[in-house]
């Protein structure tokens, strides 16, 4: 059974900080991995999708690579804004071809002025 | 891209009422639905998986005739919650894949809705 954990659970940075978010998964064959970000009460954002066969995606601050075979993902944020504060959750689906997808514990940012 | 919308975004009911919650997929067809429950701060819990023109399949521990789900189309998907009680108070949030965007484009969430059982 695919396991996700996310670490840390809880970071707090002052405001300009370039950080990095982790993210590791046991089972390696997957087809992708999908980073997202929630707001308080919100619904789920998708920020980067990596496809198993990518070492990495950038959308803007953002930074996202993939290593299958340690099965780490890691999400960098460059020069961090308060309005980048919320819980970061990356995500896998399962590897038996079905389409559920396993989630992260969740990472919650706050980033200070 | 792909759009996801839920409504609606918050309820309050009272116990013992019945409540439906509607996802649309905007901008692609939607074969595969999926519905989440989300205690606060704690991650998604998948309830069901609901694919169009067929019975909705459901976790272990989800009771399928309180949760009911239908996908009668390929764009709208429907949870709802009956004879809600101050338990089943929570975020629950759906979302959409249509065939081919697992692999190529992922997943897209609705916004959630915020549902209180008085």
């Known amino acids: 059974k695919q396991e996700v954990t996310q670490i840390p659970a809880a970071l707090s940075v002052p405001e300009g900080e370039n950080l990095v978010l982790n993210c590791s998964f046991t089972?390696?064959?997957?087809?992708?991995l999908q980073w997202f970000r929630q707001d308080p009460g919100k619904g789920l954002t998708s920020l980067l999708l990596?496809?198993?066969?990518?070492r990495e995606q950038t959308s803007g601050r953002l930074n996202a690579s993939l290593d299958k075979s340690s099965g780490r993902s890691t999400l960098y944020i460059a020069a961090s804004q308060p309005g980048d504060s919320a819980t970061y959750l990356c995500?896998?689906?399962?590897?038996?071809?079905?389409?559920?997808?396993?989630f992260g514990t969740g990472t919650q940012l706050k980033v200070e002025l | 891209g792909a759009v996801v919308s839920q409504h609606p975004s918050w309820v309050i009911c009272k116990s013992g009422t019945s409540v439906k919650i509607e996802c649309r997929s905007l901008?692609?067809?939607?074969?595969?639905m999926f519905w989440y429950r989300q205690f606060p701060k704690q991650s998604l819990m998948l309830m069901a998986t609901?694919?169009?023109?067929?019975?909705?399949?459901?976790e272990q521990g989800v009771e399928k005739d309180k949760f009911l789900i239908n996908h009668a189309s390929l764009t709208l998907s429907t949870l709802t919650v009956t004879s809600a009680h101050p338990e089943d108070s929570s975020f629950y949030i759906c979302?959409?894949?249509?065939?081919?965007?697992?692999?190529?484009?992922?997943?897209?969430f609705g916004s959630g809705t915020r549902l209180t059982v008085v």
């Open positions: 995500a896998v689906p399962d590897g038996g071809g079905g389409n559920k997808l396993t």
């Open positions: 089972d390696s064959a997957i087809y992708n």
């Open positions: 990596i496809q198993s066969s990518q």
């Open positions: 979302s959409g894949v249509g065939t081919g965007y697992r692999v190529n484009y992922g997943y897209t």
């Open positions: 609901s694919n169009e023109g067929s019975k909705a399949t459901y």
């Open positions: 901008d692609f067809q939607a074969t595969t």
